[in-house]
Nanobody
Framework: QVQLVESGGGLVQPGGSLRLSCAAS????????MVWYRQPPQKQRELVAV???????TYADSVSGRFTISRDNTKNTVYLQMHSLKPEDTAVYYC???????????????WGQGTQVTVSS
């Protein structure tokens, strides 16, 4: 099977920075789009950023200009660089990927376990 493991979350003051990582492992043939979501306390999950296999990026209006999504296809890893963090950025951040598997062949979406980002105020 395929696993996505996130890292990089933590506690940061307003205006600070963090970089999240999400590494995919397992019997992987290729990964299509990779996505970051977040779920603030007592709120619904929302899309943060998307990066396609070729590197095209899309951002939510709330993070545009502050966050950068990137990927390293040789490492099957997606990153989220976060700057100028605000209290409203506090959330559990999840990565998601559309993965083509080997042995047997298949295609499915997978979720990371989530990592907590807390911006104190």
């Amino acid at each position: 099977q395929v696993q996505l493991v996130e890292s990089g979350g933590g506690l940061v003051q307003p205006g600070g920075s963090l970089r999240l990582s999400c590494a995919a492992s397992g019997c992987i043939f290729s990964i299509n789009d990779m996505v970051w979501y977040r779920q603030p306390p007592q709120k619904q999950r929302e899309l943060v950023a998307v990066i396609t296999r070729s590197g095209t990026t899309t951002y939510a209006d709330s993070v545009s200009g502050r966050f950068t999504i990137s990927r390293d296809n040789t490492k099957n890893t997606v990153y989220l660089q976060m700057h100028s963090l605000k209290p409203e950025d506090t959330a559990v951040y999840y990565c998601n990927a559309d993965v083509v598997r080997r042995m047997p062949w298949g295609q499915s979406r997978y979720w990371g376990q989530g990592t907590q980002v807390t911006v104190s105020s």
